[in-house]
């Protein structure tokens, strides 16, 4: 199994610019999860999603944030217009169950200068 | 309010001793699931052990074992011998539904662990 993959691993972008992340699930888990990690907050939940539909989103910060999953292989985050205070890791993860461990993929570091 | 508390910050030993790193969690649900992840300097994610709130055996794998106590609401993690590869950061994470029909994986804010030789 090839696993979560999440692109790009890296990111620079200046602030105003249209950022968008890319996460790929493995295959046959019902649920997508994106995450985001800052020294100061920690690990904290965005959003997550169960077969294509976004469950919750109560932890995406604002309004400048979006994502969609437009089939069960592919989904997107999408930060616009990008601020230096989006600066994080963004971790997408998928599981075959609610409760089920969480497969994370390798993060993207996204720097927004 | 924090629902996952991890106290220790960071934690240095030498290799070889056995080292704890606490969680002590906060929920109301009597159906809940916590976990241990473990995030090496490379910085990915990696799963170690689920919990659901009706086993309270301890289990050991290998090196690890978990201390699961209900009754003081803490989900302890030991490594027996420790290594240097075991120097990570540990998060300790909850489980549980939101009243809204929604769900939540709450995570710590992690333990550091250095491992020295």
């Known amino acids: 199994d090839a696993g979560v993959i999440q692109s790009p691993r890296h990111e620079v972008t200046e602030m105003g610019q249209e950022v968008t992340l890319r996460c790929k699930p493995i295959?046959?888990?019902?649920?997508l999860f994106w995450y985001r990690q800052t020294m100061m907050r920690g690990l904290e939940l965005l959003i997550y999603?169960?077969?294509?539909?976004?469950?919750?989103d109560s932890g995406m910060p604002e309004d400048r944030f979006s994502a969609k999953m437009p089939n069960a292989s592919f989904s997107t985050l999408k930060i616009q217009p990008s601020e230096p205070r989006d600066s994080a890791v963004y971790f997408c993860?998928?599981?075959?169950?609610?409760?089920?461990?969480?497969?994370f993929g390798n993060g993207t570091r996204l720097t927004v200068t | 309010a924090q629902k996952v508390t991890q106290a220790q910050t960071e934690i240095s030993v030498v290799e070889k001793e056995d080292v704890t790193l606490d969680c002590v969690y906060e929920?109301?649900?009597?159906?809940?699931?916590l976990f241990w992840y473990k995030q090496p300097p490379s910085g990915e994610l990696v799963f170690l052990i689920r919990?659901?709130?009706?086993?309270?055996q301890n289990e050991i794998s290998g090196r690890y074992s978990w201390n699961f106590q209900k009754s003081t609401s803490s989900f302890n993690f030991t490594i027996t011998a420790s290594q240097v590869v075991d120097s990570a950061v540990y998060f300790c994470?909850?489980?549980?539904?939101?009243?809204?029909?929604?769900?939540?994986?709450?995570f710590g804010k992690g333990t550091s662990l250095l491992v020295t030789p």
């Open positions: 993860a998928s599981s075959l169950f609610r409760e089920s461990p969480l497969h």
């Open positions: 295959s046959g888990h019902d649920y």
């Open positions: 999603f169960n077969n294509n539909v976004p469950i919750d």
């Open positions: 929920t109301r649900d009597t159906t809940y699931y």
């Open positions: 919990r659901n709130s009706f086993d309270e």
């Open positions: 994470a909850l489980s549980e539904a939101r009243s809204n029909s929604g769900y939540a994986l709450n």
